[in-house]
């Protein structure tokens, strides 16, 4: 990583800030690109667990699903648009972090209407669990709370993804806006110094011009 343009050597608290910044946004960006497969693919899985009872009992989908389908396909749509391995386009980026912020709160609400308002006869284990009972496929009681179980864990692992996806991708975006606002002001500090000194008016013509402070 190059050290930032514009010291002189002396500032050395101020570059060593910079490089930090920098270091950090690197370690974010690489975890970012993990963990947002890591989140966009337990968030499918969860899409395609909601979708189950279209196969086993014929049953109505929850809206959810594809609510939480359209979130998925925008947020890598524009995760890899905005090409985090070279030039990011930080517009891009912040969209796809906030839509991951957006999966993770549908989910939460998602996971409270259906503990909370639906029927325990809709739950989705339960439905699969009959539906595997009348076709003499498991009968034992313990399949059923192996599928609680199952959906538990994977409703955990859908939110604490998405958190932390979330966590690691917002400081990325922190510190590649204030990188951005340096390079904005380092540029117009560096235009304005190379700008042509004017002479006030009245000045006699080859007396000495003092830039102002």
Request: hydrophobic fraction near 45%; aromatic fraction near 8%; proline fraction near 5%.
């Amino acid at each position: 990583m190059r050290r930032p343009e514009g010291t002189d050597g002396s500032d050395f608290s101020y570059r060593e800030v910079i490089e930090d910044r920098y270091k950090r946004m690197a370690v974010n960006m690489s975890a970012t690109l993990l963990l947002h497969q890591i989140a966009s693919g337990l968030a499918l899985l969860k899409v395609i667990y909601m979708l189950t009872p279209m196969w086993t009992d014929g049953g109505r989908v929850e809206p959810f699903a594809y609510v939480l389908t359209g979130l998925i396909v925008t947020s890598n749509l524009c995760f890899y648009a905005g090409k985090p391995r070279g030039r990011c386009v930080l517009p891009l980026m912040k969209v796809a972090a906030l839509t991951i912020l957006a999966i993770t709160g549908m989910h939460v609400l998602s996971v409270w209407k259906y503990h909370m308002l639906d029927a325990k006869t809709q739950q989705i284990s339960r439905r699969v669990y009959k539906h595997l009972r009348d076709n003499d496929s498991a009968t034992k009681p313990w399949v059923l709370d192996a599928l609680v179980l199952a959906e538990s864990v994977l409703d955990a692992a859908t939110f604490i993804g998405g958190g932390v996806c979330f966590f690691v991708f917002n400081n990325w975006v922190r510190d590649a806006m204030e990188s951005v606002k340096e390079r904005k002001q380092r540029e117009a500090a560096t235009a304005a110094a190379a700008a042509p000194i004017r002479a006030p008016p009245g000045a006699r013509a080859g007396a000495p011009v003092r830039r102002r402070a």
